[in-house]
Structure formats: C-alpha cells, structure tokens
C-alpha cells in the first residue's frame, strides 16, 4: 500500500486522551482542532519549567538524493521502537509545506508503517501555523509600502529595502516583480519579491522564540531596509509592526501534538527549510518534549551537513540544549546514487557504486564525531530491494570507519522493525554524559565563520565572493559579528554543485549574497545560485493529487 492508503486505515485515538493517557496533561491545557490535533497552551509548558530534562536524539542523514533517505520516518520508527522497549519518548517534528507537497516530495510526515497522523491534515494546511506566518509577514510588507505611500517620515530608501512578500508555494514567476504599477494611487512603483513561506525570517523567530515577548521583542528587531542615508537601519518596531504581527501569531506559538501510527505522541511545531533556512522544528517543541519524555528523538532537515549543522550552531547555540548522540540515516539505494548510479538502476545489487558512494557517508559521520563532538549511531534504512551482498557490504566498511551501524526495518514494520537500532541508541546515550562541540566560535569574524564551515564540513578548498558581499559583512562585524551563520546551499551535494554526488574536496564555495535576520539573530550566507523561492518540477506531484466525492484524498506519499 501507498503512504497514504497506511495512514488511512490507521486506528487514531482522541488526541485529548492520548495526551492524558501518556503524559498525564489535563483537557485544560489543549485546544483541540477536530479529534486528532491538538495545540498546547503556553501556560502549561511554561508550568514544566522545573521539571528534569529527558536525553535528546538527533536524526540527520546523509547528502539527500531522489532515492530517498527517510530521516523523518526514521524518526518515527525510532520513536515508537523506545516506546516499545519501555522508554518514555516524544517525537519533535517540522511541519510540511505545501511547496514541496505539491512539488516535488508530496508529503512529509514519514512513511511505510512509521507515519504521523493524520498524514492529509498534516501535509494540507494542518493547523494554520503557517498561514498565520505568511499573513504577519505580508502584513510588515504592506505595512512598508503603505508607509512610503503616505509620505515615508522615516526615509525609507525604497531601492534598499530588504523585506519581500511570502507565498508557501513553489512559483518561480514571483522571484523577481514590481509592486505599485498602474498609477500613484497603487502606491510606490519599486522592485519587490517573493520568498517561499519557510524561508521567512518571521518562520525562523517563531522556532527560535522562547515567550510571547520574545516573540513580540524578535520581530520588533527585523531590519526591513535602511535610510536614504544607505547605512541606518529600519526596524519593524520603526513601522509598530511587532504587536499586530505577534497578535497574527498567538496560536502558531502553541505546540502541536498529532500521534504516530502506533498511538504515541509526536510534537509537530515550525518548519524552515535546512538548505534556504535553519530547518529545526521549534525551540519551544523541543524543550516541552524533553520536560514531558525521558527521551526526545528529533529531526533537522536534509543532510548533516546543514541540517545538523544549523541544529548544533544556531538552535543549540541559541538555545542551551544538549543532545546526547545522532542518528544518520543512509540507504544502500542512495549510496549507490552517490557512486554514479542512475535512479533507474538502483534497484539492481552494484556493489562497486556503493563502495565509490560510502565516501558521502564517511565525510558525515566524520563531521558528526568530529566537528560536532557527538556519538553517531549509522542506521541503514532497509528498502526490499537491498541485496544481503550490499548490507554485509555497507556493514564491514562501517565496521573499518568504526561506526555502529544497525539495518533497521521500521519502514515494513513500524517501531516493531527498528527494536534494535531503539536498544543501541538508548544504550548509548545512557553511558555517557551529554556533551558536543560547535563547529566555529561565536568570536571569530562572520567571514571566518562561513570558512570554517565550507572548508571543515564541505571539504572546500577555497571560499569567495565579491568585494561588495565582503564589505558587507564587515559593515556588519561591528552590530553583528557574533552572530552564527545560516548557510544557504544546495542540500544534494557538499559542494555548492547539486550535481556533485560523493565526497567532493577541494572545490570552491562562492557566497553569492550575505542577508540580516536580525530579529532571528543570524547571518545568511547564500552559497552559489541557491533560491530562496524554489520552482515546481516538470512533473509536480499535485499532478497525482486528487480528492473523491467521499472527501478521500489520494496522491500524497
């Protein structure tokens, strides 16, 4: 059966028992939205400050190809494995957005027998969060363009403001427009664009924010533009944006509670992009879960190279949270497309692509141990085409890396298939202390920042951009200089070629574009030609999307 036909025929329960019946949370403390979703109120997450803290688990993965890693439904097949095994465990997820819905994934909520439902609620609108986003971003937009209509008292030069609009769908036509055509009553004739919803600044302080007046004091601070003067900032508390925005986001801040296929709680919450944002689900979700559950199992979005990245050097950074040991998530499937494989044929045994591939594994887990201090635990990702040749393969040359690597069969048979990868996590993060390295110090310059990760993550033998990026960055040293750094690039490949497969060494990273998130506190750095607004394959999967008269909907996977 597909995804979705699994998740339909799922036995849910009534979240607000469920919530009780694991977790002991009273009916008092969630807004329920239908049967099966729930928010919870700030109030009683801020009542568990007190509470010890479980072990946090990072699930990341290594470089994504179209063959398909599985990290979030690793996540959840571990999840609901501890739970089997007797270990109180929450799941803390992102949630889905419907410009890769409808594009090219089709859905995110896990798969096979490891799935969070409701799966079409949860990839279609879910609970509004990220409308609510896109509304409060659109409306410091407005808010921009009204106040230069009506006579700009705060001498916004209009050719520098830094603000664009937010859609969360993938169209290419929006990424460069002009606003204020047909007239001087349509208001002030300028360049603009849109940027794709997880992408906003507004989506990162929302997963970064750890309170109502943090939320209120973070978008207050988002720079929007400068003066004519072209060197004084404008800030959204400069237009009284933060309180009508924040009012917008009242219920996006609650967490969201769903439940997996096998009844055990999952926290959906936030959702940037790892390769155009910092891809971590919220702050908020994360520290709740770890109040509530012995053990945390947690995902950041694409490869280790970003998505665990920005995890360690931005929420970990920001946050105060230790996690105890990482997940990486690989397939022999996409081992083998990092070998130089054709999608077409990976599913024929070729033991010499995935021997050539391993290296993409091997620089991760590297960067993992390495950089960022943490036990990693490799779980290959069992699809039925896997030759025991290639297991056994895979296997002895983990053992040569040193690496613990478990074959986990979750995807067939839910927490039940990864009991073992469940065992060796929870024994290993019981042996030893939380403890993990950054991989750069907040002290060093931004520059070196962004060195330190293209040359010790990706392999890099040089980095470069224009002198106008470089004279930006130092403009901001001063104001900014501590802030950590948010790499925009490619998820495909360490380099900043998608179609770069392996382990490449010694390329060049050309930072294209440097961007302020001041109200999230960090730098983006745009490596290569990385859009901030994707496009809609040739193909898209809203193509296979449809609903029956029956209101059944079908096509998401």
């Not at 096998?262 to 926290?267: D, G, L, M, T, Y």
Request: hydrophobic share 45%.
């Amino acid at each position: 059966m597909s995804d979705i036909e699994i998740a339909q025929q799922a036995t849910m329960k009534p979240i607000i028992g469920l919530a009780y019946e694991h977790f002991g949370i009273a009916a008092e403390h969630l807004d329920p939205i239908g049967h099966y979703k729930a928010k919870l109120s700030l109030e009683y997450v801020n009542s568990l400050a007190d509470q010890a803290d479980g072990k946090l688990i990072l699930v990341t993965a290594i470089s994504p190809t179209p063959a398909g890693e599985g990290k979030t439904t690793t996540t959840v097949g571990l999840g609901d494995a501890l739970n089997r095994i007797g270990k109180k465990t929450i799941m803390c997820l992102r949630e889905p957005s419907l410009g890769p819905c409808f594009g090219v994934k089709g859905g995110a909520a896990g798969g096979g027998y490891a799935q969070v439902v409701p799966m079409e609620d949860i990839n279609l609108h879910f609970t509004g969060d990220f409308h609510a986003i896109g509304v409060a971003h659109n409306l410091l937009s407005a808010l921009i363009d009204n106040h230069i209509n009506h006579g700009n008292e705060l001498d916004i030069d209009p050719r520098r403001i830094q603000w664009k609009r937010v859609v969360d769908m993938n169209d290419r036509a929006l990424r460069h427009i002009v606003v204020g055509m047909g007239g001087i009553a349509n208001g002030y004739l300028r360049e603009d664009g849109y940027d794709i919803v997880v992408a906003s600044e507004v989506m990162a302080i929302l997963c970064l924010a750890t309170s109502r007046a943090d939320l209120k004091d973070r978008l207050g601070r988002i720079v929007i533009g400068y003066k004519s003067d072209k060197v004084t900032p404008v800030y959204a508390r400069d237009l009284k944006a933060q309180g009508a925005m924040a009012a917008l986001l009242k219920d996006a801040i609650k967490p969201n509670l769903v439940q997996t296929l096998e009844n055990n709680i999952a926290i959906i919450h936030g959702g940037p992009f790892a390769n155009i944002a910092h891809g971590c689900n919220t702050v908020t979700a994360t520290k709740t879960a770890l109040k509530l559950a012995d053990y945390v199992v947690t995902e950041a979005g694409f490869g280790a190279d970003l998505g665990a990245e920005k995890f360690i050097d931005i929420k970990c950074r920001m946050s105060g949270l230790t996690p105890s040991a990482v997940v990486l998530v690989a397939t022999v499937r996409a081992l083998k497309f990092h070998g130089g494989i054709a999608k077409e044929a990976l599913n024929q045994e070729n033991l010499a692509a995935l021997e050539q591939g391993f290296a993409n594994l091997e620089r991760h887990y590297h960067n993992i141990t390495q950089h960022y201090g943490l036990p990693c635990v490799v779980c290959i990702n069992h699809f039925t085409h896997d030759s025991e040749a290639e297991i056994s393969l895979l296997q002895a040359k983990c053992a040569v890396l040193g690496a613990t690597c478990v074959v986990s069969k979750h995807w067939a048979q839910g927490g039940a298939g990864a009991e073992g990868l469940a065992l060796t996590v929870a024994e290993l993060v019981d042996q030893r202390t939380p403890a993990f390295s950054y991989v750069y110090d907040e002290g060093l310059s931004l520059w070196d920042k962004i060195t330190a990760i293209a040359t010790k993550l990706y392999g890099a033998g040089a980095v470069t951009a224009s002198t106008k990026v470089k004279a930006q960055l130092t403009a901001w040293e001063a104001d900014y200089g501590r802030f950590p750094i948010c790499m925009a690039k490619t998820q495909m490949s360490f380099s900043t070629n998608p179609n770069t497969k392996g382990a490449p060494s010694g390329h060049t990273v050309e930072i294209s574009d440097v961007r302020l998130a001041n109200g999230a506190g960090f730098i983006v750095a745009i490596a290569g030609d990385m859009m901030t607004m994707p496009g809609l394959p040739k193909a898209p999967a809203a193509e296979r999307i449809d609903i029956d008269d029956d209101g059944k909907i079908s096509g998401l996977f």
